[in-house]
């Protein structure tokens, strides 16, 4: 009798979880890209730590549809910069300029819909 209440908890525990992985099987595509690297082109890879002179950017890209975000960097200074209502076209990457060459970690963060949907650190050397 033991046997036969493990075997069904077992199919119980079993089923639980198929009837779970329906719901989450969409969830591993995400609906944007959003990115910060040392440079401005399409071709710029990702990155945490930029140098000084350099030119940054922070990239996005809709997978989602067409939408509008924002994008707000917070400096190492406390101070919060925004660029609103950035028009994304599904499937084109877009890239924000980041002029800021004050050392310290930067935070930036998107937005769609007034909900976020990403942020990212970077750090620029001294």
């Given at each position: ?98 002029t800021s060459d004050i050392p310290g ?22």
């Open positions: 009798m033991k046997g036969l209440n493990a075997l069904a908890a077992t199919v119980l525990g079993v089923a639980l979880l198929a009837s779970a992985a329906p719901a989450t099987a969409g969830a591993g595509t995400p609906a944007y890209k959003h990115y910060v690297g040392c440079g401005i082109s399409e071709h710029t890879a990702e990155a945490h730590t930029c140098p000084r002179k350099s030119k940054k950017g922070a990239f996005f890209e809709s997978f989602d549809g067409d939408v509008f975000y924002s994008v707000c960097v917070k400096f190492p200074t406390g101070k919060n910069l925004c660029a609103q209502k950035q028009e994304a076209i599904r499937g084109t990457l877009y890239v924000n300029k980041i970690k930067h935070r930036v963060s998107w937005f769609v819909n007034g909900k976020r949907v990403g942020s990212s650190y970077f750090t620029v050397g001294r």
